[in-house]
């Protein structure tokens, strides 16, 4: 498809003898959002981690535009910029504001000129409703409201993909509308997105596809109807008992 940007083929990913990736296999196509779900310790933050390149894979491949991001003439800095990642802890800078949080990887990674790094960080910080907060410091903050300003500072780097590690998981139940209701307006705006959630809800109104993982292995993939209306592997039905 021509409009693949990453392919994942064969991945394995091995810690020491436990093998916690078997097979991966899998696509993203621009402007699709993925959603990952599976049971805690089924491998999604390592399959995210080695689409990413935090961790290397032990087999398989990972293209990008069709190119080995594992070959040893791959342009690897392009790449770190091209993926971005939400953590499930946010990792924002606490001696720096929200705003600085923003600009200043902009500027020290991107080279990007001081004056138009803050017109698109104020841009971004206003699309996720933290324009009121521009001058805070995180510790100010709810983790709802770090978590839209990091969402703010991943987007700001105009990146091809990001990936989300479980965005929401570790905040209040009442501030995740927010950084859903965030998420969902990134969606809307084209961009090409991989969510690890157990927000099965967002999963089904949000996403194009939906992989369910299950011990290091995709065990079903497909529409969010097809996986939540009719699952047809039993582990996927069991799991999805649980959100009913
Ligand atoms: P999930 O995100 O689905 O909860 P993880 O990808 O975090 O699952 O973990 C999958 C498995 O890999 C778990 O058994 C976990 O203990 C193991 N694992 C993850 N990271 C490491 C690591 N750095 N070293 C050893 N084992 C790891
Ligand atoms: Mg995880």
Do not use: C, W
């Not at 394995?12 to 699709?32: P, Q, R, S, W, Y």
């Amino acid at each position: 498809m021509a409009d693949t940007i990453i392919e994942v083929k064969n991945l394995k990913k091995a810690f020491g003898t436990h093998e916690v990736l078997t097979d991966i296999n899998f696509d993203v196509h621009k402007g699709e959002v993925v959603s990952i779900i599976g049971r805690s310790g089924s491998g999604k933050s390592t399959l995210l981690r080695n689409i990413n390149l935090l961790e290397e894979p032990t087999g398989g491949d990972i293209l990008f535009h069709g190119k080995s991001v594992l070959s040893g003439d791959f342009d690897l800095p392009h790449y770190r910029a091209a993926v971005g990642m939400v953590f499930q802890q946010f990792n924002l800078f606490n001696n720096l504001t929200v705003l600085q949080n923003v600009v200043t990887p902009q500027t020290t990674v991107l080279k990007r000129d001081a004056a138009s790094a803050k017109t698109h960080a104020l841009e971004l910080l206003k699309q996720v409703g933290m324009d009121p907060f521009i001058n805070a410091k995180p510790d100010q903050l709810s983790g709802g409201q770090k978590q839209r300003v990091a969402i703010a500072r991943a987007v700001a780097m105009d990146p091809e993909v990001l990936l989300f590690d479980e965005p929401t998981s570790a905040l209040d139940p009442e501030m995740v509308d927010d950084v859903l209701n965030a998420m969902k307006a990134l969606a809307d705006t084209g961009l090409t997105m991989i969510v690890v959630t157990h927000e099965m809800q967002f999963a089904k109104d949000v996403s194009d596809r939906v992989v369910f993982m299950n011990e290091g292995v995709i065990a079903e993939a497909g529409t969010p109807a097809e996986i939540f209306d009719h699952p047809s592997e039993v582990v996927t039905q069991e799991f999805l008992k649980r959100y009913l």
